[in-house]
């Protein structure tokens, strides 16, 4: 029986996901003519930051350090901090809600449900190790940026030649993709198919950390247990596969506030995105309004920071097109040497 989904978040996956794909196209029509020495006629669209989190976790660093916003990659780090506060208020809702991945991973469990009638569940003593993978992952991340690297160091890549044009080197890897890119994507996408969010449970470093981050969360899903009847439709609606039906409060680092759960409970309030206070019992958000306050946090920080001036990139026009047309220069193959000793231009 497919699970029932709030009309409202399906909506704003939708828009976000074309958000995203209208950002990809317009990055495409700016990047390939200057690539070709032409100037092209549309601009930059700073939000293709966001798919530069790396770049983004440096600029969290730079800004606790220094207290300046990384004059590069703003929008990246705008963006960075809108995923971050929605999913440490409402725990982990950046999956469910904004992350054009997650809609995808929902689409092919959907489509591998109508194929063969059910999702496939790893045994326990598998899925629980692959599921540290994405924490191995982030942990990798964390010590390369917050430890390994000194203020120095994350100054200098920030200002580096590589990481000016770090976005267009992300376009070319899609654009241009090696055979084993193609097999890995392959892999993932077929695997989504028979293995509900197979990228997203076991390998996204990002989800691991808005997981770690919703651990936090003041608004978490919970269950009045007075009430419930015990008929297990939160559990078999879970797309994190939890035992909703036995949570008294939904804290898992797997859950993304996705409120399938909360959708098909047919007792009304038995399952609620609510504070966690004994008073938070008689207060809980409906579906919609839960979803409302998660993404609306979001975009109160993106749009803050538009409103504040750090969305655009200090870059000229003139410099992107020099850089671009020297791209395959050693000054812009790695992150190490020349490419982190050129003066920083930006501040």
Same mark, same amino acid.
């Not at 003593?125 to 160091?153: C, E, S």
């Not at 654009?175 to 509900?196: H, N, Y």
């Given at each position: 029986?497919?699970?029932?989904?709030?009309?409202?978040r399906?909506s704003?996956?939708?828009v976000?996901?074309?958000?995203?794909?209208?950002?990809?196209i317009q990055?495409s029509?700016w990047v390939?003519?200057? *690539?070709?020495g032409?100037?092209p006629?549309?601009?930059?669209?700073?939000?293709?930051e966001a798919?530069?989190p !790396?770049?983004?976790?440096?600029?969290?660093?730079?800004?606790?350090?220094?207290?300046?916003?990384?004059a590069i /990659?703003?929008?990246?780090l705008? !963006?960075f901090l809108?995923?971050c506060?929605?999913?440490l208020?409402?725990?982990k809702?950046?999956?469910s /809600?904004v992350c054009p991945?997650?809609?995808v991973?929902? *689409?092919l469990?959907q489509?591998?449900v109508?194929?063969?009638g059910r999702?496939?569940?790893?045994?326990?003593w598998?899925?629980?190790p692959?599921?540290g993978?994405?924490?191995?992952?982030l942990g990798?991340?964390?010590?390369a940026?917050?430890?390994?690297m000194d203020?120095?160091?994350v100054?200098?890549?920030?200002a580096?030649?590589y990481?000016?044009?770090?976005d267009?080197?992300m376009w070319?890897?899609?654009a241009?993709?090696?055979?084993?890119?193609?097999?890995?994507l392959?892999v993932l996408v077929?695997?989504?198919?028979f293995?509900r969010?197979l990228?997203c449970r076991?390998?996204?470093?990002?989800g691991a950390l808005?997981?770690?981050l919703?651990r936090?969360?003041?608004l978490?899903i919970?269950r009045?247990?007075? !009430?419930?009847?015990?008929?297990?439709?939160?559990?078999?609606?879970c797309?994190?596969r939890l035992?909703? /039906?036995t949570m008294?409060?939904v804290a898992?680092i797997?859950?993304?506030?996705?409120q399938d759960?909360?959708?098909?409970c047919?007792?009304?309030?038995?399952?609620?995105?609510?504070?966690p206070?004994?008073?938070?019992?008689?207060?809980?958000?409906?579906?919609?309004?839960?979803t409302?306050?998660?993404v609306?946090?979001?975009?109160?920080?993106?749009?803050?920071f538009?409103?504040?001036g750090?969305? /655009?990139?200090d870059?000229?026009?003139?410099?992107?097109h020099?850089? *671009?047309q020297?791209?395959?220069?050693?000054?812009?193959t790695?992150?190490g040497g020349?490419?982190?000793?050129?003066?920083?231009t930006?501040?």
């Amino acid at each position: 029986m497919p699970v029932k989904v709030l009309k409202l978040r399906r909506s704003i996956q939708w828009v976000m996901a074309a958000v995203a794909v209208l950002i990809g196209i317009q990055f495409s029509l700016w990047v390939i003519p200057h *690539l070709d020495g032409r100037w092209p006629e549309f601009s930059r669209p700073p939000g293709v930051e966001a798919f530069l989190p !790396i770049d983004a976790m440096l600029g969290l660093r730079y800004l606790l350090l220094e207290g300046v916003v990384d004059a590069i /990659h703003p929008a990246g780090l705008a !963006i960075f901090l809108g995923i971050c506060l929605m999913s440490l208020v409402v725990a982990k809702s950046f999956c469910s /809600h904004v992350c054009p991945v997650g809609l995808v991973s929902e *689409l092919l469990g959907q489509l591998g449900v109508r194929l063969t009638g059910r999702t496939l569940t790893p045994p326990k003593w598998l899925d629980i190790p692959l599921r540290g993978l994405k924490f191995l992952l982030l942990g990798f991340f964390v010590w390369a940026i917050w430890f390994a690297m000194d203020p120095r160091a994350v100054e200098a890549f920030l200002a580096s030649p590589y990481a000016k044009i770090v976005d267009a080197k992300m376009w070319l890897f899609f654009a241009e993709p090696t055979r084993l890119t193609i097999a890995v994507l392959g892999v993932l996408v077929v695997g989504s198919v028979f293995v509900r969010d197979l990228w997203c449970r076991y390998l996204c470093p990002y989800g691991a950390l808005v997981g770690v981050l919703g651990r936090f969360a003041p608004l978490k899903i919970t269950r009045d247990a007075d !009430i419930c009847t015990d008929c297990q439709s939160c559990t078999k609606a879970c797309p994190a596969r939890l035992p909703v /039906h036995t949570m008294n409060r939904v804290a898992s680092i797997e859950c993304t506030s996705c409120q399938d759960c909360v959708v098909a409970c047919p007792v009304q309030s038995c399952l609620a995105v609510r504070p966690p206070t004994k008073a938070g019992r008689r207060f809980w958000l409906r579906p919609a309004t839960a979803t409302l306050v998660a993404v609306g946090l979001y975009l109160v920080v993106v749009f803050g920071f538009r409103a504040a001036g750090y969305w /655009h990139t200090d870059i000229t026009e003139q410099e992107y097109h020099r850089r *671009l047309q020297e791209m395959d220069s050693p000054l812009y193959t790695h992150v190490g040497g020349t490419a982190m000793t050129e003066e920083p231009t930006r501040r």
